[in-house]
Structure formats: C-alpha cells, structure tokens
C-alpha cells in the first residue's frame, strides 16, 4: 500500500505564501490523478486541488487563482503552491488520489493562517 507524508505547513500571516509537499511511497506515475484536500476545524474535508498523470490541473474555487499544482513524477512529489493565503484558508492538508481519495490518509499538514 503507497503511503502518502504530506509535510510544508506552518503559520503564515494573511498574504503570505506556503508551498506544501506530499511525498509518496510508491511511484506517483502509476497513481495516477492526485489531489489536495483540506479539513477545517469543525467541518468535513473537502477537495482544494488536483493534478492528472498529464498535468492538466483543477482547482476549487475558492482558491483559484491563488493556489498552483505541481507534480514531479521522478520524485514521486506532489505540491501545492499557496499564495495569496487567507485566514479561511485554514485547515490540516492532505493529498490523494483524485476524484476518489483511494489511498490511506496520511496525517497531514497544519496550515494557520492568521489576519
């Protein structure tokens, strides 16, 4: 089973960026679509992000425009580039597999941001 370390959180102030990482075990080549998602405080976890194996890239909306997807299949590496962050953007972020998260959860990474 691929294991997935997502790692990259912090605290950040309102308009500042983070750059969050999501290393898996296996090789992200044969995965397939990957995806960021993000739990709330109090609320169920929903999809930020998404990448296909050929690099075509969806986002949410509320943070289009703002966030940018990265894979590096030789790394087995996907990212998430932040910016612009706000305070509603806080949360534990994790990746996956997308549109169905497939794989164990892995534990997260802490993203606070603060106005």
């Known amino acids: 089973q691929v294991q997935l370390v997502e790692s990259g959180g912090g605290l950040v102030q309102a308009g500042g960026s983070l750059r969050l990482s999501c290393a898996a075990s296996?090789?992200?080549?044969?995965?397939?679509?990957m995806g960021w998602y993000r739990q709330a405080p109090g609320k169920t976890r929903e999809w930020v992000a998404a990448i296909g194996s050929g690099g075509r890239r969806s986002f949410a909306d509320s943070v289009k425009g703002r966030f940018t997807i990265s894979r590096d299949n030789g790394k087995n590496t996907v990212f998430l580039q932040m910016n612009s962050l706000e305070p509603e953007d806080t949360a534990v972020y994790y990746c996956?597999?997308?549109?169905?998260?497939?794989?164990?959860w892995g534990q997260g990474t802490q993203v606070t941001v603060s106005s």
């Open positions: 996956n597999t997308w549109p169905t998260p497939t794989l164990i």
């Open positions: 296996g090789r992200l080549s044969s995965i397939g679509d």
